[in-house]
């Protein structure tokens, strides 16, 4: 198990902006960065990084974290895993406690698939240079393709002999797992899954190995030609991008990417200098792909071979990279060439020059091609004016949509307003289409049928539904929003000072201590806000203070999650720094930031009136009880309580400046 203390190191070397700026295009806004969430798809960043903080936050979808949950939800990796993979990118050398046999077999487990695949890489890399057979049929491939050494080595190419099942024996004879080898589709029947083929390695957005590419290099008809690893628990052909990892940085830089079919185009385009192309493995691009794209720019370019025939059935696949809202332009490579052989016959700087001068709108492009055929046929003719309004109406932003309208109407020679209308159509029924997809319950009905709701689902005016379990989850969401707001001063304020004696935290959890006594914790409706107290107390009882990054980086991942949302909640509302230039300020009340001192007594003040409230409400029952028993004595005792807590009741309010009902 990996130490406190290298964790700790971790936590202090990691900055979350330069994590998150592997992945995805931030823009500096103020002190913090903003930018697309990878988590949902959005049009307009609400994805912040705060690197005072050293947090993120989606104020869309609601994800935030730190470094080590953005790593573990986007990669889906462990807590372990994430943790090595920030520790290698960093240089930090990690410490490990000593393990339970448990532990070891889980982390075994979960790191297994990753191991195995570096290790095939490795395999294949002897493979290629250091055998008389791989040199002779791989290495000689890759340098007749005109690959230089060290373009070949950057993106672990290899080669796969599996004459002998090389790979299988050579594995289990090192102590790799059987069942692991099968699982990542490295091995099948104990045989080797790739044999006499050139390996491509396929690297995830972090640079791990997930699968490979074997080309084959005979005249093998029943062979496929390539052959790709089989889906496991770390790849997923439909979220994955070959060349992905290489590219990303120059995506963000250029501002755009191209997408190429087959991996040699991405290689032979690197080697030129090309960096920001990434290939779909030859099969179509799927949602899952466009929005890995889309993490580091909006505008994709797609390379097309020379081949008119094919480029049709292709076009029709690209709706879904507008749909996903993204600019994409299509360029048509000259007659017979692909851009590995068109880059080698035009060169690096022609081909560039190609690129930016054929490069056409998606729309406008599919339009042109599809007219020529059509041309002289009116049946055709209505044919491609239906698939333009279908790609049209698949646009998000409804100016953008406006303006494809006008275009395509002078081109096709239509009246605006009848593209209009038929637009309209296609997006009420989508519309319709999602809604009831939304509205339809698990038991096969909708909504608007369930006995006491509306057509939206909602109770109808007169229905009885369930009006005590309301009332109960009214009043338990009340008592958690108190305790939730007493956990933010915390977090936020804790170890700042109240006056000159204590600090934020030490008055509240005396204050409170002093009221409820040692069952303090008993009075949390909230899991997590317990926990975040409870440690509070152990830490108080032991003099020390604890940060804000106490909680936002704490090894619990349910604690770091709800500090990180409660410190991204007072961030979300900071006074603007623009304010400050234009000289404006607050004239009522401080700063956000610096008015914690009220911020702590009047939060207090509110949870003891809420806990109060349910200790007369306990009490209240507890006396009913005892009249129906006709216990003189405990009716006294218990009236008398009662009168305390009201009056009680009553000086909170009176603090508060607010109004109970009795």
């Known amino acids: 198990m990996i130490s406190q203390k290298t964790i700790q190191t971790i936590f202090e070397t990691v900055k979350v902006e330069d994590i998150i700026g592997d992945f995805i295009k931030l823009t500096r806004r103020g002190v913090n960065y903003i930018g697309l969430c990878p988590f949902h798809n959005e049009k307009t960043p609400s994805f912040t990084v705060s690197p005072a903080k050293n947090i993120y936050k989606c104020f869309g979808c609601g994800e935030g974290g730190n470094a080590i949950n953005f790593i573990m939800d986007l990669e889906q990796l462990s807590y372990p895993e994430a943790l090595r993979s920030l520790a290698g ?28 695949n570096q290790y095939a890489k490795e395999h294949f890399e002897h493979q290629l240079f250091e055998t008389d057979y791989g040199k002779s049929v791989g290495l000689s491939y890759f340098k007749k393709r005109g690959y230089r050494e060290e373009i070949i080595k950057k993106f672990g190419l290899g080669f796969a002999n599996g004459g002998n099942n090389d790979l299988y ?18 091995i099948k029947n104990k045989r080797d899954f790739f044999r006499n083929r050139v390996q491509f390695p396929i690297h995830n957005v972090s640079g791990k190995v997930i699968g490979f590419g074997g080309r084959i290099l005979t005249t093998n008809k029943k062979a496929p030609k390539y052959l790709n690893t089989p889906e496991s628990d770390i790849y997923n052909k439909r979220k994955s991008l070959y060349g992905i ?47 890995l794209v889309k993490r580091y720019a909006p505008n994709m370019t797609i390379l097309y071979d020379g081949d008119k025939a094919g480029i049709k059935a ?97 081109r096709m020679e239509m009246s605006e307003q009848l593209l209009h209308t038929e637009i309209n159509k296609r997006l009420q029924k989508a519309s319709q289409k999602e809604y009831n997809k939304q509205n339809y319950t698990k038991g096969g009905s909708f909504a608007n049928k369930n006995e006491g709701t509306d057509k939206r689902g909602n109770n109808k005016k007169g229905s009885t539904g369930n009006s005590q379990q309301d009332n109960i989850a009214q009043k338990t969401i009340t ?53 975040i107290f409870g440690d509070y107390l152990k830490n108080l009882k032991l003099n020390k203070k604890l940060s804000l990054s106490y909680f936002t980086h704490h090894i619990n991942p349910e604690i770091a999650k709800l500090s990180i949302d409660l410190v991204a909640g007072m961030e979300q509302h900071e006074f603007s720094a623009g304010w400050e230039r234009l000289n404006v300020f607050l004239n009522t009340q401080e700063l956000p930031e610096k008015n914690h001192v009220a911020d702590a007594k009047s939060g207090i003040l509110r949870f003891k009136l809420k806990k109060i409230e349910r200790m007369i409400a306990k009490n209240h029952k507890d006396l009913k009880k005892v009249q129906s028993d006709k216990n003189d004595s405990d009716i006294l005792i218990l009236m008398t309580v009662h009168q305390r807590l009201i009056e009680k009741r009553g000086e909170l309010a009176k603090q508060l400046n607010t109004v109970v009902l009795r």
């Open 89 to 116: 990118k960093y240089n930090i050398e990690i410490e490990e406690d000593e393990m339970t046999d448990e532990q070891k077999a889980q982390m075994q487990l979960s790191d297994s698939l990753y191991v195995v």
């Open 169 to 186: 024996q050579e594995a289990l004879h090192k102590g790799y797992n059987e069942a692991v080898l099968e699982s990542a589709g490295l």
């Open 245 to 291: 990892y290489y590219a990303r940085k120059e995506i963000v830089k250029q501002d755009v990417c191209y997408m190429v079919e087959g991996y040699t185009d991405v290689i032979s385009l690197h080697q030129a200098g090309i960096e920001n192309v990434v290939a779909s493995s030859g099969t179509s691009l799927t949602a899952e792909q466009v929005q």
């Open 314 to 410: 292709a076009l029709r696949g690209l709706d879904i990279v507008i749909e996903q809202d993204m600019n994409v332009k299509v360029v048509l490579l000259p007659e017979g060439e692909d851009p590995d052989s068109y880059l080698k016959k035009a060169g690096t700087s022609k081909f560039k020059e190609y690129i930016e001068q054929q490069a056409n709108d998606f729309i406008l492009f599919k339009i042109n091609l599809l007219l020529k055929d059509a041309a002289g046929d009116p049946i055709k003719k209505s044919e491609v004016i239906m698939d333009i309004v279908g790609s049209i109406s698949k646009i998000p932003d409804a100016l953008k949509r406006s303006v494809y309208i006008k275009e395509c109407a002078q």
């Open 479 to 531: 008592n958690e929003c108190q305790e939730l707001d007493i956990v933010r001063i915390l977090i936020n304020f804790g170890d700042k000072l109240l006056d000159d004696d204590s600090t934020v935290a030490e008055f509240i959890l005396l204050d409170l201590l002093d009221l409820f006594d040692l069952d303090i914790l008993d009075e949390f409706d909230h899991k997590t806000c317990s926990e």
